[in-house]
């Protein structure tokens, strides 16, 4: 392969490992951080492997799970009391008295 063959070669690859990581692949990255442990790679692709590897790596990790012990709850607003609310001045139901017409 010539010279510029290989250029062109290694420039594909790292255009594809870019994309992996652009595109958030995280399918890619037991391949990626295999590439990236490989000693016959220049060192500027070993460098672009082992990113890409660090952001995939960053997409795939779940989220922990927060710690609610150590939340205050002192900013929290107060529960509402139900018994609060003034009901003298909502309408009140329709009744019927025993000769079916409406009170």
């Given amino acids: 392969m010539s010279r510029d063959g290989r250029k062109h070669a290694s420039n594909a690859f790292l255009n594809a490992v870019w994309a992996l990581g652009e595109f958030g692949a995280v399918e890619g990255l037991e391949l990626v951080e295999a590439l990236a442990e490989r000693d016959d790679l220049p060192l500027a692709v070993k460098e672009e492997l082992q990113q890409v590897a660090e952001k995939l790596r960053l997409?795939?990790?779940?989220?922990s799970v927060?710690?609610?012990?150590?939340?205050?709850?002192?900013?929290?607003?107060?529960?509402?009391?139900?018994?609060?609310?003034p009901i003298d001045s909502l309408p009140r139901p329709a009744i019927k008295d025993p000769s079916g017409k409406n009170l």
């Fill in 59 to 63: 997409l795939s990790t779940p989220p």
């Fill in 66 to 85: 927060p710690d609610f012990s150590a939340m205050s709850i002192q900013n929290l607003p107060t529960l509402p009391n139900p018994t609060a609310v």
